[in-house]
């Protein structure tokens, strides 16, 4: 994925992070311009809600249970198909062609995190399973 990075992007600033100790994660997340997690297989991705309450625009494979509650493409960031780089690519693309268009993802994504809360998700099954 590295090298397809740098290959597609024609990019340097592309930075995968290694395991970071917890205390470090704000620091990180101040520091990037956008979010992605490109998972295989994730329940939920609590990285997301983390990099949202960091005002950051959201990429996220199809396989990141949070994608279909956290991700509102073209609104916070985009949700791409698992292990396919030809459709990661125009998105990821997409998202660091416009530094404006980060910001603003990144100001709906903490407005939406600050509305969201595992209480109100359980609330919603609740309802919804005996509605």
Request: charged share 20%.
């Amino acid at each position: 994925l590295k090298i397809s990075a740098s290959t597609m992007l024609s990019m340097t600033n592309v930075h995968f992070m290694d395991f970071q100790n917890q205390t470090q994660m704000p620091v990180i997340y101040q520091a990037s311009d956008l979010f992605c997690l490109p998972s295989i297989s994730e329940t939920w991705g609590l990285a997301v809600n983390e990099a949202m309450a960091a005002g950051k625009a959201i990429l996220v494979s199809d396989k990141v249970g949070c994608a279909v509650d956290l991700v509102k493409n073209g609104e916070n960031g985009y949700i791409f198909e698992s292990n396919n780089l030809a459709n990661l690519k125009p998105k990821l693309s997409l998202l660091l062609s416009k530094a404006t268009d980060l910001k603003e993802m990144g100001k709906v994504s903490l407005e939406m995190i600050n509305e969201w809360s595992f209480e109100k998700q359980a609330n919603a099954f609740i309802e919804n399973l005996y509605a």
